[in-house]
DNA sequence: GACAAGTTTCCTGTTT
DNA sequence: CAAACAGGAAACTTGT
């Protein structure tokens, strides 16, 4: 996995990137608009100068970013700093979101519950980007504990949580050292693996059409209950046209985890597929450029693709068939063009924005 | 509840 | 022949 700078830098990108067109939010709203004052906000006369952390998500903070946030809630609560062990703060923001409340609290007192809180205020803000932050739980998965993560270098070590334990007056309760503390609803996909991680392979032979990698797609594969509806009606004779209903609100509401009321806006598939592309790291051979300059890219696993946006929307049955057919759609708006005699190649058109090099770097 | 936007699903036919 | 492309038609989801 990347390092964290590496990835805070992504990830601002990201968000920079991200749903400008008629949006125009910059990141700094994106945040704001958690509207409480307290939290993120900082005083009118202060927003000049904004705090290192101020205006990424906290999954992405370094360790610096970790301890000026931390630095601002102490001073904001008035907190008795003596109380805290800062051996124990030198966490990058990774490390930090997957910390459960008893380990805020083991660390920093009472005031973990207050920073547990906040960050959590915080994070929820990120519904829209979970998807990339998924490709990244589950890129790392199979790595590590993230206390032992040697690579981030976190001297917040599971050893000294586990000493803490025992000599540290706020302790209470268990702790489980992974403990999934993203945003809520984040991972309410349930996926085992989005076919993405650590594929080296990712034959990018120049074709999609050994796309299937059937192992690959079982692993998308749903278990959620809304895959295969529809495929014996379809056996059986007559189904009605267009998208079946998948569940009533009440059972889908049982199934699903909680999420934000409205899901926030941006979730187009073709900035979907951008921000694919721009994050070629994240992708491994999903996608990738034809012609950086104008445009143009190919899809390399279709399937894939489809997949993924298929779990984005929460909609098993994706195809690449069906996404291709929205993609289609785009050639009217002039949000993409016609590339005539090329399988599986798009390119971008007038009114999509954010993919061009200059805009990338400018909002850097 | 109506409406619009953006898909999603299905289908038939064509091209590669 | 299979996979991809094209587009019409209709249904669905979500936000306003």
Not at 142 to 170: A, R, V, W, Y
Not at 289 to 318: H, T
Not at 332 to 358: A, H, M, P, Q
């Amino acid at each position: 996995m990347a390092g964290s700078c590496e990835i805070s830098n992504i990830f601002s990108n990201y968000i920079s990137a991200m749903y400008q067109p008629e949006e125009a939010q910059p990141p700094m709203e994106l945040l704001a608009h958690l509207g409480k004052e307290d939290n993120l906000a900082l005083p009118a006369e202060t927003t000049a100068e904004k705090p290192a952390w101020f205006g990424e998500l906290p999954y992405f903070w370094s360790k610096a970013q970790v301890l000026e946030w931390i630095s601002y809630h102490v001073e904001k609560n008035k907190y008795d700093a003596s109380a805290i062990n800062f051996s124990c703060c030198n966490m990058d923001g990774y490390t930090l979101c997957h910390c459960t409340q008893e380990q805020l609290r083991l660390i920093f007192g009472p005031l973990g519950d207050e920073l547990y809180t906040r960050l959590h205020e915080i994070v929820s803000v990120s519904d829209e980007l979970t998807w990339i932050i998924d490709l990244l739980e589950k890129e790392d998965m199979s790595s590590q504990e993230i206390f032992q993560d040697s690579e981030l270098g976190n001297s917040c070590t599971k050893e000294s949580l586990e000493e803490m334990k025992s000599t540290n007056p706020f302790y209470q309760a268990d702790f489980s050292y992974v403990s999934g503390a993203l945003s809520p609803g984040s991972s309410d996909i349930s996926v085992s693996g989005t076919g993405m991680s650590h594929s080296p392979n990712s034959q990018d032979s120049g074709g999609s059409d050994i796309d299937p990698d059937p192992t690959e797609v079982k692993l998308f594969s749903s278990d959620d209950g809304f895959a295969d509806y529809d495929k014996e009606d379809v056996k059986h004779g007559k189904r009605k046209r267009g998208r079946p209903r998948k569940f009533s609100k009440e059972n889908r509401d049982c199934l699903e985890t909680k999420k934000s009321k409205h899901s926030p806006r941006g979730t187009h598939l073709w900035e979907f597929i951008r921000d694919i592309l721009l994050h070629p790291e994240l992708n491994e051979g999903l996608m990738k450029w034809e012609d950086r300059r104008e445009g143009v890219f190919k899809f390399l696993r279709s399937e894939a693709v489809a997949q993924l946006w298929g779990q984005k929307k929460k909609n098993s049955s994706m195809t690449y068939e069906k996404l291709s057919r929205a993609m289609r759609y785009y050639y009217k708006r002039e949000i993409l063009e016609r590339v005539d005699g090329r399988r599986l190649v798009y390119k971008f058109g007038k009114n999509s924005s954010g993919w061009k090099e200059e805009e990338v770097l400018n909002r850097k």
